[in-house]
């Protein structure tokens, strides 16, 4: 089977691409691209599509995301949040453990494959447990787990806080190749807080999670990434205290790398003068100041990763007083147009590096790249997606592919859309 794609804006990070021209897909896999890929000795025979001027890019990565399968399909299965990745133009999403019963063993992360195998939609990775159960007490056998085909090692939801285990964990990434995936927060300074501790929190008579909370665990696990050597991976970063470490410890060269959401470079702790629990989340969302940290961060390089923590959940846990509402929101679909709209045409980084943190960056990250995942190089899958910049989306119940309807971004315009995404050759969505 081939296909060639032709009239559109070719952009991609890992070669320095960005030209218009044709993409030529045969068996799954790319076959040319560029100005010249329409004259290829192949491209007579495949089925045509005319991308009528569209972006096309490597499919996006998402280093991190909630699928609640197994245990809590209510919120989203594994089939459910594929749909919005694709729907997104995501090509590969990595699966945080947090499902019940915990990504620990072998057998969970059989079955995540099995399901996601048959979803047929986006690539799947898992993301094992650091410690059994997530109990932080005994480490999970990350060798088999490895070769079963998890990707990366996570307590995400909850911290690391014996700093022993932390330590054994990172010594353990030297030997396996694998990140571990840190949730930054030392609980006993977040106690019951449930926003950025603040003169917001203090007008609205809220209790705040600090800053500090997440900091004193970056420094903490930056000291033990040195001591170690092993790759730290630092999930959903937030304050500006922690990308001035970051990017310190970048400087010195430890293997230290990092990812941000959308949400936190596009709102602030503001928004919770509404009460409205989709604006709740962990990490919460901070100061204007910590917004202008991560603006500068992305430009400056700090950051490797956009990722969205797309965390679904059903209407009962949110619809409720805010203390006692679930933290998390979803984020697949909007993640792309969020950049664009926020990034790229507020001027903050380019479009090329936009795209290089959805897709050649994290793929580094996790080593995806070894796949030939994060670019659309001759002979690596084709997996891209197709994208009209100009065309506005609305943020409302239609466009959001995923079970749950937990956004704060609802009612929001966005430039876009998603025209179409193809995993291996296969088109998944558009």
Known sequence: MSLLISNVRLLDPAQKLDAKGSLLVVDGKVAAIGPEAAAH?????????????????????????????????????????????????????????????????????????????????????????????????ELADYGTLKAAGCVAFSDDGLPVMNSAIMRRALEYTKWLDVPIVAHEEDKDLAGKGYMHEGHISAKLGCLGIPAAAEEAMVARDIVLAEHTGGHLHLAHISTAGSLRMIREAKQRGLKVTTEVTPHHFALSDKELMRFDSDFKMNPPLRSEADIQAILEALADGTIDAIATDHAPHGWDDKECELPIAAFGVIGLETAFPLALELLVNKKVISLEKAVSLLTWEPAKVFHLDRQGLGSLKVGAPADFTLVDLSAKVKVDRDFIQSKSYNTPFKGWELPGRTLGTWVGGQRVWG
């Open 41 to 137: 000795p192949q491209a007579a025979g495949a089925e045509k599509l005319d991308g009528n001027g569209a972006l096309l890019t490597p499919g996006f990565i998402d280093l991190h995301v909630h699928f609640r399968e197994p245990g809590q399909t209510r919120k989203e299965s594994i089939e459910t949040g594929g749909r919005a990745a694709v729907a997104g133009g995501f090509t590969a999403v990595c699966a945080m453990a947090n499902t019940k019963p915990v990504n620990d063993s072998v057998a969970i992360t059989e079955l995540m494959l099995d399901r996601a195998k048959k979803a047929n939609l986006a690539r799947y990775f898992p993301i094992g447990a650091v410690t059994k159960e997530f109990k932080g007490e």
